[in-house]
């Protein structure tokens, strides 16, 4: 199968050229931009030299360049690792037509370029899709979306263009994503841990740290599932498990805890880290206070075992020391 991965030159979209190395499908990887010289290195670390390392260039904003290279390659498959990812700079009211063209119209151009070729579409969202309500149970994907920023918003959009085509479609909603790759909260605060005496970091949003290789982990094993279908049915494909799923890593956590961990696994034991309110440190949006996934339905409809956070940190912190 030809399966084209977008915003290949991320955090996610770089686990992706990983987990997919040796893979008999015909994976071609596209962005915008060129993979950045730091992610190349670590790239070539991780997966050794043979690695595919390519970008295509597609703006997913274009649904004539998506038509296009779709049809030159028999693209069968879609996985869209691009999206506005800045959620605090999603709040400006100047930015608010590129983040919705980014995280909403964008996907349902994918959407329906795979629509014409009776693919399938697979699409990241986000656990900030919810917030406005005080949840205090692990969120499920029938609940009702209730962002509280532009960034939460957009991506709810999003989801709602793609259903709203009628494609074949597997959208995953992650959270607190963290990988080798591009910033993240992880690397922040190994510097931070690493050089500051005392540091300070908010303890009442809990959720879960998602390790992107994780993520993408699962997005191989539902696409050979969609294969299995695909191949015996052989013609247009109704794939039975079409849907939302939540996938983070397994637990709990506040991000006060999560830097903890950091500081613990990495050795930075010198830095004095103390629990402190959001509102010590102003932000242009809220964020949800408790935005934890109910990943049951992933599991039983793929399979899998998800891996503990605190586990997925340690193999993450191990690599980027490689
Ligand atoms: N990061 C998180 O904590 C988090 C949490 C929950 C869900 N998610 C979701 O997970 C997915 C992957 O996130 P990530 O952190 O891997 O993202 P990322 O590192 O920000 O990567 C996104 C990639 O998309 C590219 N891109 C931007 N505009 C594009 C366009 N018009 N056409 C094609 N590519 C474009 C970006 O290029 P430039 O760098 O040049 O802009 C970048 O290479 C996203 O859908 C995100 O919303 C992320």
Redesign the pocket.
């Known amino acids: 199968m030809i399966i084209l991965v977008?915003?290949?030159?991320?955090?996610?979209?770089?686990e992706m050229r990983i987990v997919t190395k040796g893979s008999k499908d015909k994976y071609i990887f596209?962005?915008?931009?060129d993979v950045h010289p730091e992610s190349l290195e670590m790239l070539h670390s991780l997966a050794g030299d043979d690695v595919d390392t390519t970008t295509t260039k597609?703006?997913?904003?274009?649904l004539d360049a998506i038509r296009a290279m779709v049809k030159k390659n028999n693209v069968k498959v879609i996985v869209?690792?691009?999206?506005?990812?800045?959620?605090d700079g999603a709040e400006d009211p100047e930015k608010y037509e590129l983040v919705e063209l980014?995280?909403a119209k964008?996907p349902e151009n994918l959407a329906i370029a795979m629509k014409e070729v009776d693919g399938l579409l697979v699409?990241?969202?986000?656990?900030?899709v919810f917030g406005g309500d005080p949840y205090n149970t692990p969120c499920r994907e029938d609940q009702k979306g209730t962002p509280t920023g532009v960034?939460g918003l957009t991506?709810l959009h999003g989801e709602q263009n793609i259903q709203a085509t009628g494609v074949d479609h597997l959208i995953f909603?992650?959270?607190?994503?963290?990988?080798e790759?591009?910033?993240?909260?992880v690397k922040t605060m190994l510097n931070l841990t690493a050089t500051k005496p005392q540091l300070k970091v908010v303890f009442d949003q809990v959720g879960t740290p998602?390790y992107?290789r994780d993520?993408a982990d699962v997005i191989l094993v539902a696409i050979e599932d969609y294969k299995q279908e695909w191949n015996m049915k052989r013609e247009t494909l109704n794939y039975s498990k079409s849907g939302i799923y939540h996938f983070s890593n397994e637990g709990v956590c506040s991000w006060f805890d999560f830097t903890k961990m950091i500081a613990e696994f990495a050795g930075n034991t010198d830095s004095n880290i103390q629990p402190c309110h959001s509102d010590e440190f102003p932000s242009p949006v809220k964020r949800p206070a408790f935005s934890v996934l109910d990943k049951s339905k992933v599991k039983e409809s793929f399979g899998i075992i998800i891996p503990y956070w605190t586990e997925s940190l340690k193999t993450n912190l191990l690599n980027i020391r490689k």
């Open positions: 977008t915003g290949a030159n991320g955090q996610l979209g770089n596209t962005d915008v931009c597609l703006d997913i904003t274009d869209n690792c691009a999206a506005w990812t800045n959620v980014l995280n964008a699409h990241i969202s986000t656990d900030y960034y991506k909603r992650t959270a607190w994503l963290y990988s790759f591009g910033k993240n909260f998602t992107a993520l």
